[in-house]
């Protein structure tokens, strides 16, 4: 596996394209990488994207290109930031109908705290997870 790495503007491209592949939607990488924000990534392959204001994080984005998925990148990512940064608690919202990521996140020690209705659009609910380390 790739080393996990802190993303820079040179980064963008593969970044935002893989966002759009995701997601459906593109983002500014630049937008990530100032003041309370925490890139990292695994070059052309995964990317998180934390907002830090310690001791909290927030988790805005985590993506694996779909063919690099279950081979532990999300993990590392995970583990390079706990390890860094040493967080009380990590927050996010997750779509209720995305299987996949609830069970990573379960899997991970997060727990679900609540809903946000329409989150995502009419219809469309987040959970919110949070996972504490104190």
Excluded at 56 to 66: F, G, N, Q, S
Excluded at 98 to 105: H, K, Q, T
Aim: aromatic fraction near 12%; glycine fraction near 10%.
């Amino acid at each position: 596996m790739s080393q996990v790495r802190p993303l820079q503007v040179s980064d963008g491209d593969w970044v935002e394209t893989l966002h759009r592949d995701i997601f459906g939607y593109g983002i500014s990488l630049k937008d990530f990488l100032g003041e309370h924000h925490i890139a990292l990534g695994i070059e052309g392959k995964a990317y998180l994207l934390l907002q830090w204001i310690p001791p909290e994080a927030e988790i805005l984005y985590l993506a694996v290109e779909a063919s690099f998925r279950r081979q532990g990148m999300a993990r590392a990512m995970m583990e390079t930031f706990v390890g860094q940064y040493g967080p009380e608690s990590i927050f996010l919202e997750v779509r209720e109908t995305n299987e996949e990521a609830l069970s990573f996140y379960r899997k991970e020690g997060f727990c679900a705290m609540g809903r946000r209705v329409d989150y995502y659009g009419v219809g469309l609910d987040a959970i919110t997870m949070e996972r504490r380390y104190d």
